[in-house]
């Protein structure tokens, strides 16, 4: 069961005002116990749209909740995806901490987009002919739900709990890469705090991406040439404060980094 459509607007008016003021709110799910996943991205949409309209341009995509320790941290068992503006790819070397409600980082890798997918049937063949390059990103995970106590639900309606995505490199792709053997690492501060290979994201990163054009058909969305896809955490999230530098390293990709002030 659903929400009605005057509730989705509602709660979408609420987790815009909790990102407008940096103050997190209870789960919608308590506040609109009826909330199941199309209600969700549902709001999502309202959201997305409300954006748009103010003049903010779509670069991209994220799939969240790919890997097994992500699943486990928020308690799910399926992805979920949300949307990345231009306004929310840093390209500088530090970001004000106060941006973000309770941001967490975590390492994978984003595919650039040569020519578009639509889905159904897009498999990991249809992502690598439809791939330019690739690139180790740095993604920052947000909440606006408060402690990031999240159903799946909560966090598909709050953009996939999307915050920033800082991106190294463009590397060509080429059909030598192994991108399910690719080693991950996340360091905060200098210290390696995570450790992951690619085969966790669904068991291979391309899969995720596949996913995720397949399941934008269902919406009536698809993939874009000149689009980016962040496509699931090689590791479990670290959260970071003021003062932290934070660093993405993916094999035979490079690094990505940030700084929070």
Known sequence: MTIASGRINAAAEQLWVAQCDRAPIAPLTVAYPGLDIAGAYAIQQVNLRRRLTAGAVLRGRKIGLTSEPM???????????????DDMVISADSVAVERFCAPRVEPEVAFLLRSPLRGPN???????TATEAVATALEIVDSRIADWKLTLPDTVADNASSGAVVLGDWVPFTEEMDLPH??????LNGEQIGTGNGSAVMGDP???????????????????AGQFVMSGSFTSAAFVTRGDVAVATISGLGTA?????
């Open 122 to 128: 897009v498999g990991v063949d249809d992502v690598w």
């Open 206 to 224: 391309a899969a995720a991406v596949a996913w995720l054009a397949n399941a934008l058909a269902e919406y009536g969305t698809e993939l874009e």
């Open 257 to 261: 980094s940030l700084a929070f002030e």
């Open 182 to 187: 690719a080693a991950a690492t996340l360091e």
């Open 71 to 85: 699943q486990t941290l928020l308690g799910v068992n399926e992805p979920d995806f949300g949307f990345i503006l």
